[in-house]
């Protein structure tokens, strides 16, 4: 019973990251975030959790996702910032499409969970897409499927931990980061959490691959997306300006 509830807590805790770091052109995903957030912050995991909680709860308004929408867009899509890349291959092998996006394939083949490249354009290693798989996992073993225990271990142990340190940094050091600072506060201490739960080590320290000048070309996809949200920062409302309360959609829908 106990293992229950930790495991719809922790459910939780993966399907707000997966509204974090997925954005998609249905406004009922904003809307559950801020429910997601109302409820966890009950029950904060420490002290610093609960005021990045109140942080959150006190920027994030219902009506409107716009600070959100401009803030992703600067610390993942914009031209004019620092890009965050969201991959595990990425941080393993400076690369987008590699080794840890196969290992993800191999995983989900062992559940129920499939992408549908026509609604999900990222790869299986995005990190929203493996909070996504892990909110559903959890799930799952709350309800009483322990046959993915070992699969979310993996997932876990296996690609989200080697990188997700790494990635976390870079996000709270990135110069746009304000609404993201209080969500990385919220994700180190449920990885914490998540490391002595399921008795995982902090990953061996590791020299990150040199980058080459073939390794930073984007995509078609990649450019493409960045010229959409580039026109989308030029016609819609800007910080520093007043606001219309109105949801601002995203390009990218997460259902699998």
Same mark, same amino acid.
């Given at each position: ?8 807590? *922790? ?30 912050? =009950? ?7 609960? $005021? ?61 969970? *499939? ?9 299986? /290693?995005? +990190? ?5 798989? $892990? ?30 340190? /790494? ?16 969500? +990385? &506060? $919220? $994700?180190?201490?449920? +990885? =914490? ?6 008795? &995982?080590?902090?990953?061996?320290? *590791? ?17 493409? *997306? ?12 800007? @910080?520093? @300006? ?5 949801? &601002?959609?995203? /390009? ?5």
């Amino acid at each position: 019973m106990k293992d229950n509830k930790i495991n719809k807590a *922790r459910a939780l805790y993966y399907s707000m990251f997966s509204r974090f770091f997925v954005f998609s052109s249905n406004n009922n995903r904003y809307l559950e975030l801020i429910e997601l957030i109302n409820t966890l912050k =009950e029950n904060p995991l420490d002290s610093s959790t609960a $005021l990045a909680f109140e942080e959150l709860s006190n920027t994030l308004k219902m009506d409107s996702n716009v600070e959100l929408m401009l803030e992703f867009d600067d610390i993942f899509h914009s031209p004019e910032t620092t890009t965050v890349r969201t991959t595990a291959s990425y941080y393993d092998e400076d690369i987008e499409s590699g080794k840890k996006r196969v290992e993800m394939q191999n995983f989900l083949a062992k559940t129920k969970i *499939r992408r549908d490249e026509k609604k999900y354009s990222d790869y299986e /290693d995005h +990190i929203g897409f493996i909070f996504t798989v $892990l909110a559903e996992l959890c799930t799952l073993i709350s309800e009483g499927e322990e046959v993915y225990v070992n699969t979310s271990h993996c997932i876990f142990d296996q690609i989200l931990n080697d990188f997700v340190d /790494d990635f976390s940094k870079e996000i709270y050091e990135h110069e746009s980061a304000e609404i993201y600072k209080n969500v +990385i &506060v $919220l $994700l180190k201490a449920f +990885i =914490e959490f998540e490391r002595i739960y399921l008795e &995982v080590s902090l990953p061996a320290p *590791r020299e990150r691959p040199l980058r080459s000048a073939c390794s930073e070309e984007l995509s078609d996809v990649e450019i493409e *997306r960045r010229k959409r949200n580039k026109a989308l920062r030029a016609s819609g409302p800007k @910080k520093h @300006k007043e606001k219309e309360e109105v949801f &601002v959609t995203f /390009d990218v829908e997460e259902d699998m």
